[in-house]
């Protein structure tokens, strides 16, 4: 099953070369009853004979592995029956496709918020010193940390943390997607950003070694 999600899963980025810009890429999932070869997805009658967690399961490796992908739009269609369109929605609490969400999909900015008034320390306070960012691709760093400005102190107050991964994707069964042996890590360009941001105290974190925790550290 796997290896079939995955050559699905590969195919967005064989097309991205030849889309415009300004034009997304989109792929779509479709319900169980298809997999059954008995017609139920016409009819959803599937729904009265497996859970709803078994629902969840099924969609779960599939919306995992298309995600995984780097797709823009993802449509979860021709769903005949309520209770699978929910179970869905919540599987897709376990992919935000933002850079606003925690990965539970929490708020960052209501997170941070709730974190600083819960330790005293939302005006430079109580035993809360710093908040960040860490263990997230940093592609998103500057937008969680913009997301959260407005509900947190001046920086030179309570100092902003950041240790993103190295921006690799993790694929299931597979593991990490590394990047190109030899290449320089894409990212060190916005460290100037981050620290504008009110980053004061950076490291890294998944798949970041010594080396690179050196050349961030030369910024």
């Known amino acids: 099953m796997f290896e079939t999600l995955f050559d699905l899963a590969d195919g967005p980025p064989l097309a991205m070369g030849g889309i415009q810009s300004g034009q997304g890429h989109s792929r779509v999932s479709g319900p169980y009853g298809a997999c059954q070869a008995d017609g139920s997805e016409y009819s959803g009658l599937y729904v009265h004979k497996i859970t709803r967690e078994e629902l969840k399961s099924w969609h779960r490796p599939r919306i995992e592995a298309l995600v995984s992908a780097n797709i823009d739009l993802l449509a979860l269609e021709t769903l005949p029956a309520l209770s699978e369109a929910l179970a869905l929605v919540e599987v897709m609490r376990e992919f935000p496709a933002d850079a606003k969400h925690t990965s539970h999909g929490d708020l960052f900015s209501e997170a941070v918020k709730q974190c600083c008034d819960k330790a005293g320390g939302g005006r430079g306070g109580g035993q809360l010193i710093g908040v960040g960012v860490n263990c997230t691709p940093p592609q998103h760093i500057a937008p969680l940390l913009l997301a959260a400005h407005s509900t947190l102190p001046p920086p030179h107050v309570l100092p902003r943390v950041v240790y993103p991964n190295k921006g690799e994707k993790w694929m299931p069964g597979i593991g990490w997607q590394e990047m190109e042996a030899g290449g320089s890590w ?34």
């Open 186 to 219: 894409p990212y060190l360009g916005d460290v100037g950003t981050w620290g504008s941001l009110g980053a004061r105290l950076l490291g890294g974190c998944c798949r970041l070694g010594p080396g690179d925790i050196k050349k961030l550290a030369g910024c």
